[in-house]
């Protein structure tokens, strides 16, 4: 059994930057790829942006040049660095083990004045 924890997620004003974390126990993450989707109300989930076991990453065309998607294996723990927030970012962010049935519990990022 593996489990997600996220943190890192709350309220934040436009222009502002947050770092979300998702620390992985059970198992180690190195031979998995992990990605970060986000749903905003009424919306659909949607990737965000991915990390292969390899370190190749993968960004939505929304937040590229904005987000950046790092893991670091000794720690099991893979981060979302977000910067220039804007309000359309606002949704909950999930970890996501890529090919799997395996999700975090959500964290909440509101972008706001």
């Known amino acids: 059994q593996v489990q997600l924890v996220e943190s890192g997620g709350g309220l934040v004003q436009p222009g502002g930057s947050l770092r979300l974390s998702c620390a992985a126990s059970?198992?180690?993450?190195?031979?998995?790829?992990m990605g970060w989707y986000r749903q905003a109300p009424g919306k659909q989930r949607e990737l965000v942006a991915a990390?292969?076991?390899?370190?190749?990453?993968n960004y939505a065309d929304s937040v590229k040049g904005r987000f950046t998607i790092s893991r670091d294996n000794a720690k099991n723990t893979v981060y979302l660095q977000m910067n220039s927030l804007k309000p359309e970012d606002t949704a909950v962010y999930y970890c996501?083990?890529?090919?799997?049935?395996?999700w975090g519990q959500g964290t909440q990022v509101t972008v706001s004045s």
């Open positions: 996501h083990l890529l090919g799997t049935g395996v």
């Open positions: 059970g198992r180690i993450l190195s031979p998995n790829s």
């Open positions: 990390i292969t076991s390899g370190s190749i990453t």
